[in-house]
């Protein structure tokens, strides 16, 4: 099969999306599939025609991009040409060439769905859901509406309306942005004064920001594929929160697959991801957030239509809990991906 695996872009997540798709590249080709790996940013400013008879070298394309930091003013100015677009040179006529796009993108733009209606307008095939799921399980504020109407519980929240809106919160809370992910724009306040910081802090990403109750208790992802829940992950960091750093530096995070938790838990923990996959209306498959309270309750964060793809993220760990591989879990998900255009 010819695969495109579109990777970076401009959003916070691009260095984790290079991981990602990195990882996928390298397992695609194992498999014997003609692939291109291609930032979708930083484009190819090659002859884009015949892209899959070229012998190029992609993961060298992309890995020095990788160890750069990931300072994005940075990444602008490396693209060596003026222009407004944030779709890079050549990424659409490459990606037309191919049987299917893989999405490595991670973060606003990639998974907001902007870059899927794109690619149903131009007669792209791309992996998972489509433009419209991924648009409303992007914005938390939007997210969270439609869990509530749907049964699926969810922290209390409000949507402040700037950062002068006269809410005052009870403390602890989570502020967090709206359009954000990998706990970046997340900020847990203690009291006023940091609720005042993180409020400062959480407008300087975007104009969207809600403030959540905090919930003391466990954490736990969960992911869903073709409606059908995976086995439960617990996340316990070993200090603070999950936060980006927690999320990425190995050994930081106390991941247990599957969760050591009763059979009646797993089973209410999943029922809430299928349920909260249905609702937001997914298609292929997505990874659900939760915290189980002291309460007992189970309380949906959120839901990444297009989460870590890196050999040692939650997905590949939940697959690999019921015998899948990684190269296997890939192309899984292009074969459920696929149905969409049947
Ligand atoms: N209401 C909350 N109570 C307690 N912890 C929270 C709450 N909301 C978020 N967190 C912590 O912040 C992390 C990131 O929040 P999440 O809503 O999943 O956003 P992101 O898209 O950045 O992953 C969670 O994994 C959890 O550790
Ligand atoms: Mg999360």
Redo the contacts with the bound molecule.
């Keep these: 099969m010819k695969i495109v695996v579109l990777a970076g872009g401009i959003s916070t997540e691009r260095d984790v999306s290079l991981v990602s798709g990195t990882e996928i590249y390298k397992a695609l080709k194992g498999k014997g599939h003609d692939v291109v790996l291609l930032d979708v940013y930083l484009g190819f400013k090659g002859d884009p025609s015949h892209i899959f008879e070229q012998d190029n070298d992609w993961l060298g394309n992309i890995a020095h991009i990788a160890t750069s930091a990931p300072d994005l003013e940075a990444v602008k100015a490396s693209r060596g040409y003026d222009s407004p677009s944030i779709i890079g040179m050549n990424v659409i006529e490459i990606c037309q060439q191919a049987d299917i796009v893989f999405m490595a993108l991670h973060g606003d733009f990639g998974e907001n769905g902007k870059l899927q209606a794109m690619f149903d307008l131009t007669g792209i095939r791309y992996t998972g859901t489509d433009s419209f799921s991924a648009a409303l399980a992007m914005d938390?504020a939007v997210a969270k509406q439609v869990f509530m109407m749907n049964g699926v519980g969810t922290?209390p929240s409000h949507l402040l309306t700037g950062p002068d809106d006269p809410y005052t919160p009870g403390y602890p809370c989570?502020v967090?942005i709206c359009n954000?992910?990998?706990?970046?724009g997340?900020f847990?306040a203690n009291d006023e004064n940091e609720y005042k910081n993180a409020i400062k802090k959480a407008f300087s990403y975007e104009g969207r920001v809600i403030v959540?109750?905090?919930?003391k208790g466990r954490?736990f992802t969960d992911c869903v594929i073709e409606g059908r829940a995976l086995p439960v992950v617990e996340?316990a960091p070993k200090e603070g929160?999950?936060?980006y750093k927690n999320k990425y530096q190995a050994g930081a995070t106390v991941e247990t697959c599957p969760a050591q938790i009763s059979d009646e838990l797993t089973k209410q923990i999943q029922d809430c991801a299928v349920a909260a996959y249905k609702a937001l209306g997914i298609r292929t498959y997505a990874r659900i957030?939760f915290?189980v309270g002291e309460d007992g309750k189970v309380y949906c964060?959120?839901a990444?239509s297009l989460p870590g793809m890196t050999p040692t993220s939650l997905i590949p760990q939940e697959a690999a809990a019921v015998g899948l591989s990684f190269p296997d879990l890939c192309e899984q998900i292009i074969r459920i991906s696929l149905k969409k255009y049947e």
């Design positions: 938390k922290p989570v967090k954000g992910g990998s706990s970046i997340v847990i959540e109750k905090y919930i954490e996340i929160f999950y936060d957030d915290i964060l959120e990444n």
